[in-house]
Nanobody, 122 residues
Framework: QVQLVESGGGLVQPGKSLRLSCVAS????????MGWYRQAPGMQRELVAT???????DYADSVKGRFTISRDNAKNTVYLQMNSLKPGDTAVYYC????????????????WGQGTQVTVSS
């Protein structure tokens, strides 16, 4: 079974940066597309960024130009570098080990970690 452990969240002021990490185990990490999701209170979980097993990336419009997803297959780890943070980025962030469908759309896997809280506030 896939296990995912997120870390790196915290409380930061607007305009600052955070780097999230997610370590995966129980699966062949390099075979997965990986995704970062977030869920704010009272809101649905939304897909923020994805990276294919080859390193191709995609982002939600709300984070383009501010967030960068990357992966280190040797460490079974996916990262989310978040710059120029805004209060609207406040949420619990989750990583996911998924796949791409025939149309290259990210399909989430069934396993989720505990998430890491990101709070952006002055």
């Amino acid at each position: 079974q896939v296990q995912l452990v997120e870390s790196g969240g915290g409380l930061v002021q607007p305009g600052k940066s955070l780097r999230l990490s997610c370590v995966a185990s129980g699966t062949i990490f390099s075979a997965h597309a990986m995704g970062w999701y977030r869920q704010a209170p009272g809101m649905q979980r939304e897909l923020v960024a994805t990276i294919t097993h080859r390193g191709n990336t995609d982002y939600a419009d709300s984070v383009k130009g501010r967030f960068t997803i990357s992966r280190d297959n040797a460490k079974n780890t996916v990262y989310l570098q978040m710059n120029s943070l805004k209060p609207g980025d406040t949420a619990v962030y989750y990583c996911n080990a998924g796949q791409l469908d025939a149309g290259l759309k990210y399909i989430a896997g069934n396993n989720w970690g505990q998430g890491t809280q990101v709070t952006v506030s002055s």
